[in-house]
């Protein structure tokens, strides 16, 4: 009598480990290492414009994936990222001013980042709600009003001036060189984020988020947690701002407004709040909308509808305006970011033409 062979339907993960495993297939692990192969080709193709914006979406990238660790993660707000990104870019640029040599202060000014986060972290941890926003928010002025007073460190209004990578005798001053540095920290940091929310720490951060009574009562030391997300994430933010000073060779204080911590906030929105992958596809997609509004008014330099609204002139206006009206529209339609609809795409197609 034949026998039919039954080929195994449905998903078969057995233990925890499987199910948080980073790469669930083996084609989704020969794709992101393929993917990051394709982008160490992409300085050989010597468009400095396109290099320019990648090296920006790495960096940002990095600072807004410790971000979402803090409030995607683990459920607390943040409304000073913007100045633990500067931090780290003052501190790895005074660093070097004191003889320490570029590829060091880096990592060097996370650490210090951490440290001064930490500081923040341990009053705001017993905050949630409406008071850590207010107590973030006076970190982000608090930090400010620093960088304009301690000229030892930023130079005061001034800026500080740095130098760039060196390693092996090589410089790393161009884009096309620069771009591997980015590109390697990318790797290694969304890795090890990968891999945090993997663990035990990642899970307990998960659990303050999703019920912090329920966590407590499980035996999860909610201040320590708490204050563990804003060390972490202001590590990365100051790798991020120390790839910033080291790219730009230049760090003012003006930069780390409250402005750019709000963009922040609205990368990890649009990328999907407590997605690794969603971080950077919040950083691609603000890193592209204002090149986007200046094509647009661009394009339509001239017409009948510049001379009527003037975009010419507000063409800064507008990039406020649009990044404003996009957390918007993200938050009406479109919740839990650019992430989950590209799990829902990936769903839809891996079932077709049976996706009902």
């Given at each position: 009598m034949a026998t039919l062979a039954l080929t195994p339907c449905g998903d078969f993960r057995t233990s925890?480990?499987?199910?948080?495993?980073?790469?669930?297939?083996?084609?989704?692990?020969n794709v992101a290492i393929a993917s990051v192969a394709l982008l160490c080709l992409v300085p050989l193709t010597g468009d400095r414009y396109v290099l320019s914006l990648m090296i920006q979406m790495g960096y940002l990238g990095i600072a807004a994936l410790g971000l979402n660790i803090l409030v995607g993660f683990t459920g607390q707000i943040s409304i000073g990222h913007a100045a633990f990104f500067g931090f780290g870019a003052f501190s790895s640029a005074w660093l070097v001013d004191q003889g320490v040599p570029v590829v060091a202060a880096m990592p060097l000014a996370g650490v210090m980042t951490t440290a001064v986060g930490m500081v923040f972290g341990i009053p705001a941890a017993r905050l949630k709600g409406l008071y850590l926003a207010?107590?973030?928010?006076?970190?982000?002025?608090?930090?400010?009003?620093?960088?304009?007073?301690?000229?030892?460190?930023?130079?005061?209004?001034?800026?500080?001036?740095?130098?760039?990578?060196?390693?092996?005798?090589?410089?790393?001053d161009t884009n096309e060189s620069y771009f591997y540095v980015v590109l390697f920290y990318v790797v290694v940091m969304f890795v090890a984020a990968s891999n945090l929310m993997r663990t035990r720490d990642g899970r307990a951060l998960v659990a303050v988020r999703d019920h912090y009574l329920s966590a407590e009562m499980m035996g999860i030391n909610l201040t320590y947690y708490r204050t563990l997300s804003f060390g972490i994430s202001s590590f990365y933010a100051g790798i991020g701002g120390a790839l910033y000073a080291h790219y730009l060779l230049f760090v003012s204080v003006e930069a780390f407004n409250i402005l750019f911590s709000i963009q922040f906030l609205g990368m990890i929105i649009i990328g999907g709040l407590g997605s690794v992958m969603g971080s950077m596809m919040g950083a691609v997609f603000m890193t592209m909308l204002p090149e986007v509004v200046q094509w647009f008014a661009a394009a339509l330099s001239g017409s009948a509808i510049d001379r009527a609204?003037?975009?010419?002139a507000a063409v800064s206006y507008l990039r406020e305006m649009t990044i404003g009206a996009v957390i918007i529209l993200f938050l009406i339609f479109e919740p839990d970011g650019l992430a989950h609809r590209w799990r829902l795409i990936k769903a839809y197609w891996k079932l077709y033409p049976f996706s009902h």
């Open positions: 925890y480990r499987e199910d948080t495993t980073i790469f669930p297939t083996r084609t989704s692990r207010i107590a973030t928010l006076a970190a982000q002025f608090i930090i400010e009003d620093f960088f304009a007073r301690a000229r030892w460190f930023t130079g005061g209004v001034a800026g500080r001036v740095t130098e760039p990578l060196t390693l092996f005798g090589l410089r790393f609204l003037g975009l010419g």
